[in-house]
């Protein structure tokens, strides 16, 4: 039963944006601190920003603090990661998942590609 479908991604030139969106069950939703999380070749998949269950808390990953921003649409059940002064090494797929504590099974992920 897939419960986590990510979207957005593209392929951009250094310095461009991306919207990438989750949407989730709403019991996921409610209950689960989520995060977005991404793999690039070759490299372990790293977490990159979670957001708590209220929406007060947020974290991010130093390579991409001050660029990403995480947020929940309460209305939607999604979850989504804002990416502006995108560099090459943002380059991976992108995944969302439960974040502290036990993984979900992962979606198929959506792929960010930037250019120099």
């Known amino acids: 039963q897939v419960q986590l479908v990510e979207s957005g991604g593209g392929s951009v030139q250094a310095g461009g944006s991306l919207r990438l969106s989750c949407a989730t069950s709403r019991n996921i939703f409610r209950l689960r601190t989520l995060g977005w999380y991404r793999q690039a070749p070759g490299k372990q998949r790293e977490l990159v920003a979670f957001i708590s269950v209220g929406g007060d808390t947020t974290n991010y990953a130093d390579s991409v603090k001050g660029r990403f921003t995480i947020s929940r649409d309460n209305a939607k059940n999604t979850v989504s990661l804002q990416m502006n002064s995108l560099k090459p090494e943002d380059t991976a797929v992108y995944y969302c998942?439960?974040?502290?504590?036990?993984?979900?099974?992962w979606g198929q992920g959506t792929q960010v590609t930037v250019s120099s």
């Open positions: 998942n439960a974040a502290g504590g036990s993984v979900l099974q």
